[in-house]
């Protein structure tokens, strides 16, 4: 089993920052890559970004490349989301999750854990 949880959303307004955190815990050797999804009530989960932890390849949605940097902290077993350039539409809740295969997916299904999620809004 793999532990995960999150912290670092809250409110911030439109064009400000935010870092997201995620502390794994657990059998965090069985994970090979990392994403972070988000979601807005009534609309389908949404990746956001991806990481393989072997050699921090990272992936991004076109939405929020440029803007969004995924990052991690092999010796602290964290995973980071810097936010930046916010805007509404950023507006979700923000998850993390594992996955024991290497290959970064888009796709939720393919993940193995999931944290709790974390709240991000951004007022305009």
């Known amino acids: 089993q793999v532990q995960l949880v999150e912290s670092g959303g809250g409110l911030v307004q439109a064009g400000g920052s935010l870092r997201l955190s995620c502390a794994a815990s657990g059998r965090t050797f069985s994970s090979k890559s990392m994403g972070w999804f988000r979601q807005v009530p009534g609309k389908e989960r949404e990746f956001v970004a991806g990481?393989?932890?072997?050699?921090?390849?990272?992936y991004y949605a076109d939405s929020v490349k440029g803007r969004f940097t995924i990052s991690r902290d092999n010796a602290k077993n964290t995973l980071y989301l810097q936010m930046n350039s916010l805007n509404p539409g950023d507006t979700a809740v923000y998850y993390c999750a594992a996955a024991a295969s290497q290959t970064i997916t888009t796709w939720g299904a393919n993940y193995d854990y999931w944290g709790q999620g974390t709240q991000v809004t951004v007022s305009s």
């Open positions: 990481i393989r932890w072997s050699d921090s390849n990272t």
